[in-house]
């Protein structure tokens, strides 16, 4: 089960989160969300890939033109589309040797067909609430759902995950289930992780 927390910002916090030792970790590159990173200091992404950590950035129908230079710039290795970016889109992104996933905002079992014109071109998929906004509605959806996803892509699971939920993750199977992304519900204030209760649902995982 792989671990991605997502919405990092704040250099000192970015560190604590960082001796968790997640798989991967979130910076979202979108300025309408209360998380956006707005100047992200240069040196904090090179610290993550340091340590192992994949380093993520988060865009929502950002042009190609900003996507390439802000992972260029920083030195990204994944981005995650959570807007209605196309197949073109995704592939070109992975042309520059970037891994790209591809979020998909679930209300009911239709919302998963979207995924098969995706299945060539994006390396992950991610599943999360469908709402009014992109992402970050402290919100579940029905995981009952995903019984229904038929595809070849390895997905992570997102939306609302809490330090409560431990046990239902622990419950859920899918053959493609690759990890889980945490975010608002590990959360202060935005942007800023309490480590204290990732660090207990981290543990609550591990256990028999």
Request: aromatic share 12%; charged share 25%; proline share 3%.
């Given at each position: ?202 543990n609550q995982l591990m256990e028999k």
């Amino acid at each position: 089960m792989k671990l991605k927390i997502c919405g990092m910002r704040e250099s000192v916090n970015v560190s604590k989160v960082i001796a968790l030792k997640p798989d991967y970790m979130g910076f979202i590159f979108y300025p309408e969300s209360s998380r956006f990173v707005g100047d992200l200091e240069y040196n904090i992404i090179s610290l993550v890939k340091s340590q192992g950590i994949e380093p993520v950035a988060v865009f929502v129908n950002a042009s190609m033109e900003t996507m390439i230079q802000t992972c260029t710039w920083y030195g990204f290795t994944h981005v995650q589309l959570h807007g209605d970016e196309t197949p073109q889109t995704c592939e070109v992104l992975r042309t520059k040797g970037l891994q790209v996933i591809k979020a998909f905002s679930v209300a009911d079992s239709s919302d998963l067909k979207k995924t098969a014109v995706y299945e060539n071109c994006c390396d992950y998929f991610l599943f999360d609430t469908k709402t009014a906004l992109s992402g970050g509605s402290g919100r579940h959806f029905d995981w009952d759902l995903l019984k229904d996803y038929s595809g070849t892509k390895p997905f992570f699971l997102s939306g609302g995950i809490g330090v409560d939920d431990a046990e239902k993750v622990k419950a859920f199977y899918h053959p493609l289930l690759l990890g889980i992304d945490l975010n608002s519900r590990f959360e202060i204030e935005p942007a800023v992780k309490e480590v204290g209760l990732l660090k207990c649902f981290i543990n609550q995982l591990m256990e028999k």
